[in-house]
């Protein structure tokens, strides 16, 4: 998931950035709101943080901004304004939800998981795909009850896909939500994750819940049961 | 006038003298006209008569002689240069008054019989004149008839002297009378103007704190301002003291966790025990200051306040609140009249609603009912406001709802999960001296929050 970070403060941008790769998440970050609108018009985002009060353009231009040209990931504001008319405010410029300064980083991970979830069309926190169940809050798999072990990595491929699943997936599509900018796109890191995936959700080979389609990318295969 | 205005007193006083002064100058104008034309007929009317006594008083020889009368009708006929002139012709004969002595007139004329002229201004050497000329004919004997002309010249000198005595005597008395006036007017002016001055002298007494607010009575046309301004200044007396508080709250609320923090440092705990105590403490401090700060920000004055439709800032706040709890599914209803206004700031009903609502949809199952009723009781008072927040969560216990709503409880001190927010709405509230009712929803079976708002003359 690739999350684009708006914050002038730069040691809440740095902790909150450093945290974020620790979960796994990829993270651009900007300092100021036009720093921002340029990012945000160059990469494919999932989730946008974005503070209310930035130099050079205020946190609600540049969420006006981003949505009037068409981006639709959800964006979470973040304020030290607590009164319901700079929410109000806030969330009428186009943001989906908001946290109020100062906070907690859990309840902040919380709210993108619900963010990305809802983007995608799930209602529920937990991701089920036949037998397969992703818990998108503990960030643990099970395959018919039974907990699979996965690596951080490994997880981030299997959400990002479960999130779009029935929805074929470009590798760069994969690799760009999933890797920092900086990412060496030509090696097959990729292509072993997705293997190593294959093999712990489905050691006997009967499910096949991710399908390559040649030349183009994966699927997750499994229809969801909600 | 630009960048200062004139003071009331300056505008009355400029306004008043220019119409006092239109009104003398075109009075003295029209006084001055009609006595201009009084003395011209006069003169005419002397000068005519004159003629007459010539014509009559002269007595007319058989030889043709001409006798003038023996005495002038005016003694100024006979002293030389007086201004006044008189001629006489009858055929060859002339006669020429005293006073024309060694003076070129326009006696020459010679009149036809029953003709009659008033002439002037002339201008010859003996200066401006007004000449009265007649013709007539008298019969000497039956067959002959001499024709004669008499004519009459003032000059306009007596005149002129009489115009502008009139004219100095005139403006004199009407110059007195302005003045008097302005005078009696600025008097006037600093009477009625009084009340005000007053006004401001008391406005700087409470403003200097020797004053608590504007005493005493004031005329009809002031009392609405004076009252008003006294309503300000409570209002403005109140915001002080609940700023003070509220300070006073946030200082005295911010010592306690300080207190843990100190003795949890000096205490000799190991270095997690020290960071939860702290993490604890962080907390409590974050919850206090936004409590506080919500709670200064809130006006609860409704003194001035412009009446606010609820349906528009009830319908924004449930849009977020629908953005923020998509992920719940939540059916929020409207029964909101359309025209329910809340008296107040507009933050202040954001805050309300918001708090109320925000509530409401976090312990809600799948319901939230929001119903705004505006009771007219009397056609001049403002209606009375109900507004309940329904939703079909758990609902609160009876025995909870006392310590919910305890007076005096500071916000980092209340019920868990109905935090702040319900000690903000509780405030705000009683700022708008309103009530607030916890019970249990009759329709969806949770927690019902009932704000209610008196009529307001």
């Not at chain 1, 890797?179 to 097959?188: E, P, T």
């Not at chain 2, 006006?299 to 003194?303: A, I, V």
């Given at each position: 998931m690739r999350i684009l970070l708006v914050e002038d403060e730069a040691p809440l941008r740095e902790t909150l950035a450093a945290r974020l790769k620790r979960e796994g998440y990829a993270v651009d970050a900007a300092s100021d709101g036009e720093e921002g609108i340029y990012l945000g018009r160059e990469v494919p985002f999932d989730v946008g943080i974005i503070d209310l009060g930035l130099p050079r353009m205020s946190g609600m231009d540049l969420v006006r901004l981003l949505r009037s040209e068409g981006k639709k990931f959800p964006i979470l504001i973040l304020t030290a304004r607590s009164s319901w008319q700079d929410k109000v405010e806030g969330l009428k410029s186009g943001a989906d939800d908001y946290l109020v300064k100062p906070f907690h980083v859990e309840e902040l991970l919380a709210r993108l998981n619900a963010l990305l979830r809802r983007a995608a069309g799930w209602s529920k926190p937990t991701l089920d795909c036949g037998p397969i169940t992703l818990d998108l809050a503990a960030q643990t798999v099970t395959v018919e009850g039974v907990s699979v072990d996965l690596t951080s990595y490994e997880y981030k491929v299997l959400e990002y896909l479960m999130l779009h699943a029935g929805e074929l997936v470009s590798k760069a599509d994969l690799t760009e939500h999933i890797?920092?900018?900086?990412?060496?796109?030509?090696?097959?890191v990729l292509e072993v994750f997705i293997g190593r995936l294959r093999k712990k959700l489905d050691p006997e080979g009967t499910l096949k819940p991710i399908e390559t389609v040649r030349g183009r990318g994966y699927r997750f295969a499994i229809p969801r049961t909600e | 006038m630009a960048g200062r205005t004139l003071s009331l007193q300056a505008r009355q006083l400029l306004a008043a003298s220019l119409g006092l002064v239109a009104f003398l100058g075109l009075t003295g104008y029209a006084l001055d006209q009609a006595f201009v034309e009084v003395a011209g007929n006069t003169m005419r009317q002397r000068l005519q008569n004159y003629a007459w006594a010539y014509m009559r008083g002269t007595e007319l020889l058989r030889n043709g002689d001409i006798i003038p009368p023996?005495?002038?009708?005016?003694?100024?006929?006979?002293?030389?240069?007086?201004g006044l002139y008189a001629a006489i012709l009858a055929d060859d004969f002339r006669w020429e008054s005293?006073?024309?002595?060694g003076r070129e007139l326009p006696f020459d004329e010679a009149l036809k019989p029953g003709e009659d002229r008033y002439e002037g201004p002339i201008e010859t050497s003996a200066g401006t004149l007004y000449r009265q000329s007649m013709g007539m004919a008298w019969e000497v004997s039956d067959i002959k008839a001499v024709n004669v002309t008499v004519h009459v010249a003032e000059t306009t000198a007596s005149m002129d002297r009489q115009v502008s005595a009139f004219r100095r005597a005139l403006w004199a008395y009407l110059g007195a009378a302005g003045a008097l006036l302005l005078a009696l007017q600025t008097l006037v002016l600093r009477w009625s103007l009084a009340p005000l001055r007053r006004v401001v002298g008391e406005m700087e007494k409470v403003t200097a704190g020797e004053g608590e607010r504007l005493s005493g009575s004031y005329p009809q046309e002031l009392t609405l301002l004076t009252d008003s301004l006294n309503a300000l200044i409570d209002v403005g007396r109140e915001q002080i003291a609940r700023n003070r508080n509220i300070l006073g709250d946030l200082a005295h609320s911010l010592k306690t966790p300080l207190a843990v923090v100190r003795s949890e440092l000096d205490s000799g705990h190991s270095q997690a025990d020290i960071r939860a105590a702290v993490e604890d403490q962080v907390a409590r401090m974050n919850q206090i200051v936004a409590y506080q700060l919500s709670r200064a920000a809130a006006?609860?004055?409704?003194?001035f306040a412009a009446p606010l439709p609820i349906r528009p800032c009830a319908e924004e706040i449930v849009q977020s609140l629908e953005k923020v709890y998509?992920?719940?599914?939540i059916l929020c209803e409207f029964e909101v009249d359309d025209h329910a206004c809340f008296y107040g700031e507009r933050g202040d009903l954001m805050e309300l609603l918001g708090n109320l609502l925000e509530n409401a949809f976090k312990w809600a199952r799948h319901r939230v009912l929001l119903t705004v009723r505006a009771m007219t009781i009397a056609p001049q008072r403002r209606a009375a406001i109900l507004i309940t927040v329904e939703d079909d969560g758990p609902g609160i216990a009876p025995e909870d709802v006392e310590r919910l709503l305890q007076r005096g409880v500071r916000g980092d001190e209340?019920?868990?999960?109905?935090?702040?927010g319900l000690a903000i709405v509780q405030d705000l509230v009683k700022a708008y001296r309103g009530e607030l009712a916890v019970e249990r929803s009759a329709e969806l079976g949770g927690a019902s929050f009932v704000v209610r708002f008196a009529p307001v003359v």
């Open positions: 890797y920092q900018q900086d990412f060496d796109r030509d090696s097959n | 023996e005495n002038p009708p005016d003694a100024r006929l006979s002293s030389v240069g007086s005293e006073s024309a002595l006006s609860g004055h409704q003194t998509a992920g719940k599914n209340r019920v868990h999960g109905h935090g702040i």
